[in-house]
């Protein structure tokens, strides 16, 4: 939910609620301090927990430089409520550039009972490999929740996570797509430090 007012001083004050899942409300209370500093510090936003209505409000003010991080800091709490983790979230925060996405399978391919799991573990992989595969290979975080495939990182990382996934989901083999991922490796800019760490400890493996 989005409103807009103006304070006392004639100060456009927008705000917006985010519905918190009743199964991350746990994590909300425990790493709350870790969620809202950056959101205070960086983006200059207000925020609170609204524990009667299991939401988050924010709210630009005063201090707020660029009203456009409303938008970022409602993703960066979706991101969270998704399922990815905050250290991974807070890129959206720390780069203008970073956004989440997804899709679903029946938006590339029609597929019905066996032939969606058979999708599903094509793109995840024995013990999880194609998709740290790919994650590592288009510096790009992804989670696969049913049929929904979200992504995050810079646009064009997440659209060569995309094109993965999708040719993965038509029936393309994993090796194939790790060639293919290989041969574009070295047009991915590695410029986003919160997500580039997240792939170090892979590539010693």
């Given amino acids: 939910m989005q ?4 304070n006392e ?25 870790k969620i809202y500093t950056p959101i205070v510090e960086l983006a200059k936003i207000q925020i609170r927990m609204n524990f009667m209505k299991k ?17 970022r800091v409602e993703q960066f709490l979706r991101a969270i409520n998704i399922g990815f983790s905050i250290e991974d979230s807070l890129a959206i925060l720390k780069f203008p550039d970073v956004f989440l996405d997804n899709f679903n399978i029946h938006e590339v391919k029609i597929l019905k009972n066996l032939h969606i799991e058979r999708a599903i573990g094509r793109m995840i992989g024995r013990e999880g ?28 990382n997440t659209r060569i996570a995309k094109d993965s996934y999708c040719r993965l ?6 090796g194939t797509i790790y060639n293919r991922l290989r041969n574009i490796r070295t047009k ?10 997240i792939y170090n400890e892979l590539e010693k493996k």
């Fill in 3 to 6: 409103s807009c007012c103006k």
């Fill in 169 to 174: 989901i038509m029936g393309s083999q994993p």
């Fill in 129 to 156: 490999k194609t998709k740290l595969t790919i994650e590592s290979l288009s510096r790009c975080k992804s989670l696969i929740k049913d049929a929904n495939i979200f992504l995050l990182g810079p646009i064009e």
């Fill in 55 to 71: 939401q988050i409000d924010i709210r630009t003010c005063h201090l707020t430089e660029d009203t456009s991080f409303l938008n």
């Fill in 9 to 33: 001083n004639n100060v456009e004050i927008q705000s917006r609620s985010i519905d918190i899942p009743s199964h991350k409300m746990a994590l909300y209370k425990s790493e709350w301090l």
């Fill in 188 to 197: 991915i800019k590695d410029s986003y430090g919160s997500i580039q760490t």
